[in-house]
């Protein structure tokens, strides 16, 4: 037993020691596990913002194209040989 010698005291002040630094490592994870949710939820919002940006752009180049008149077509150029 690793507790083996040490007094009633000096065992318990080691198990408060333990369970300390394995209350800090979890609240160590916990935060760094709230930051990476805290990025996902920026990453979805600005991918939410961006697509609706893009969307809103396509449509209004449509409309623009069905309001705009239609270009003749170009007769292709003839290249002659000297």
């Not at 369970?19 to 949710?37: C, M």
């Not at 979805?44 to 913002?49: D, G, H, L």
């Amino acid at each position: 037993m690793a507790t083996k010698g040490l007094s009633t005291e000096e065992a318990k002040l080691r198990a408060e020691r333990n369970f300390a630094k394995v209350e800090k490592r979890r609240e160590e994870a916990e935060s760094a596990l709230e930051a990476v949710r805290a990025e996902q939820r920026a990453v979805v919002e600005k991918t939410v913002r961006l697509r609706a940006l893009r969307l809103a752009k396509e449509a209004a180049d449509a409309a623009a194209a069905a309001l705009a008149p239609a270009e003749p077509a170009k007769k292709p150029r003839v290249r002659r040989a000297k």
